[in-house]
Nanobody, 127 residues
């Protein structure tokens, strides 16, 4: 099992940028699919983006694919979510999640699929 620790959240004005980090420890990271989810107050947790730690395509939520980016630091075992052109509706707690990749990309946009979660980091976008 891997342990996930997010950081990088904060308060930013609309149109600004933030970079979130997810440090991954324990387990064999290369076995995992890593994703970012977010949960706004009073709403369900929703998929933002995800990718296998090693290789393969990135899956995106429609709202994220033109404004957000994913990258990895393989040495530091850190999975990043770079967010640009932020909007007030991006305000949420952002979570890093992981699940062992079973060869099938279906269901990876559902929070129910994931077995490991970080504690979350708050992102607040002011108008």
């Amino acid at each position: 099992q891997v342990t996930l620790v997010e950081s990088g959240g904060g308060l930013v004005q609309a149109g600004g940028s933030l970079s979130l980090s997810c440090v991954i420890s324990g387990g064999t990271v290369s076995y995992y699919y890593i994703a970012w989810f977010r949960q706004a107050l009073g709403k369900e947790r929703e998929f933002v983006a995800g990718a296998r730690w090693t290789t393969g395509p990135t899956q995106w939520a429609d709202f994220a694919k033109d404004r957000f980016a994913i990258s990895r630091d393989f040495v530091k075992k850190t999975f990043f979510l770079q967010m640009y052109s932020l909007k007030p509706e991006d305000t949420a707690v952002y979570y890093c999640a992981a699940v062992r990749f079973a060869g099938d990309y279906s269901g990876l946009d559902s929070s129910k699929t994931y077995t490991n979660w970080g504690q979350g980091t708050q992102v607040t976008v002011s108008s």
